[in-house]
């Protein structure tokens, strides 16, 4: 009876041949099946898959670092060859790193919704710490002068800074990448 079964299932197939459907799906089904499938049980999934624009989004924040700490070293030498000017180019790199926050200050509040309040607030709390911190250095570079580990860390809390406000518009994408999916109007 079992090798009949197997015969018959054998011939189906071999009367079914060229009549499947082999297209490829498109970029993404299997993760817009999964959220539907999940949406219609009430689970949410979290996606651990990186899209290209995050891919991209990373890159440019390693090279934004990278740039910022060349610059932040440059000056700092610069600082060391030209003491008398010391003051005007610890203004100048303050001001320089300063605005680099303000800008991305910016982009995060225009981005701020409901749904990302809670890590801007976060975001802001860190941000405040770390001013309290760079405002101790300023007290600690007036009494102690122009030392390299003063101004090292000044430069790295500056750049502490802009990573994290970078991070946070990384984690706004996804919260609006997780709130909003791509296509999920189709029927799969």
Known sequence: MLMIQKDNIDELFDGLKGQWDTEVPATGHEARFLDKLNAQQGTVSIKTGKSKTSFWRNLSIAASV???????????????????????????????????????????????TPETQHVVADAMEQIKKLEKNYAELENDLAEEGNTRQILNAMIINFQTRINLLQEVLDQIEEIKLLKHPQNENHIV
């Open 66 to 112: 990278a740039v910022l700490f060349t610059i932040g070293i440059q000056i700092f030498n610069s600082m060391g060859e030209k003491a008398e000017t010391t003051p005007n180019n610890i203004k100048e790199t303050k001001f320089y790193f300063a605005s680099l926050i303000e800008k991305e200050m910016e982009k995060i509040e225009a981005e701020t």
